[in-house]
């Protein structure tokens, strides 16, 4: 059961206190696509969460996503390491992506909306993991 709970949870991935983060040793995020950073089956980013992941890249942020989502069905012009038909809660993808990212366990953080895939998986092999309720909304 342990490995079912998160480290942390938040309403969006807005709330997430990312500065705390970084200085306590965590340069690589890891970003679950659906019902995380858009809606689900959303092949666009919404512009709250391009926005999220530019200024994540300059505070110095390693970024990936790690989704289940097969490869046609995901973005075209994500500009960061994206895995496709993760296979989450199997750990190889994780390794993957964080070998892509030159980051260990304790450097990164697994950022998503599902306790069995993204927080399972994630706490198997030692990440810090944030579970988020929902993705951003538009700005009314």
Not at 14 to 32: C, P, V
Not at 132 to 137: A, F, K, N, S
């Amino acid at each position: 059961m342990r490995h079912l709970r998160p480290s942390e949870t938040v309403e969006t991935v807005l709330d997430i206190d990312y500065e705390g983060l970084h200085a306590g040793g965590k340069t690589a995020l890891l970003f679950d696509w659906d019902n995380t950073l858009t809606e689900r089956r959303s092949c666009v980013l919404p512009p709250q969460s391009t926005a999220l992941l530019a200024h994540l890249a300059r505070l110095g942020f390693r970024i990936g996503i790690l989704t289940n989502r097969r490869s046609h069905r995901t973005a075209s012009g994500v500009s960061f390491p994206m895995i496709t038909h993760a296979g989450k809660p199997r750990s190889r993808s994780y390794r993957r992506l964080l070998a892509q990212l030159d980051a260990t366990g304790s450097e990164a953080v697994m950022i998503g909306d599902r306790r069995l895939t993204d927080v399972l998986g994630a706490n198997r092999i030692g990440v810090y993991t944030i579970l988020v309720r929902r993705p951003p909304r538009e700005a009314a």
